[in-house]
């Protein structure tokens, strides 16, 4: 079985910064691309940041200079380096990651994290 943790969401003042990261765990032979998305209190979910296998990324435009994702293919790890973090960034995020390979059976499948919350206040 494979999962998704999030951490590192919490309170920062407008301004801040704070690092999420999200570990995938289980009987995994390899992920595909792996990203952020979020849900605000009302809204749909989106994305927030996409990286794919060839390193190659999307960001929402509301993020685009001010979030980093990045991934740590050893650890099967993501992070979202998330920098002068505004009210407007306030949601739940969720990792997700494309196309992973069951170490055993190799059935690949798509998953989501269970979401860690990130507060900015003004």
């Known amino acids: 079985q494979v999962q998704l943790v999030e951490s590192g969401g919490g309170l920062v003042q407008a301004g801040g910064s704070l690092r999420l990261s999200c570990a995938a765990s289980g009987s995994i032979f390899s992920i595909g691309a792996m990203g952020w998305y979020r849900q605000a209190p009302g809204k749909q979910r989106e994305l927030v940041a996409h990286l794919n296998t060839d390193g190659s990324t999307i960001y929402a435009d509301s993020v685009k200079g001010r979030f980093t994702i990045s991934r740590d293919n050893a650890k099967k790890t993501t992070y979202l380096q998330m920098n002068s973090l505004k009210p407007e960034d306030t949601a739940i995020y969720y990792c997700?990651?494309?196309?992973?390979?069951?170490?055993?059976?190799?059935?690949?499948?798509?998953?989501w994290g269970q979401g860690t919350q990130v507060t900015v206040s003004s």
């Open positions: 997700a990651a494309n196309k992973v390979v069951h170490d055993i059976t190799r059935r690949i499948g798509d998953y």
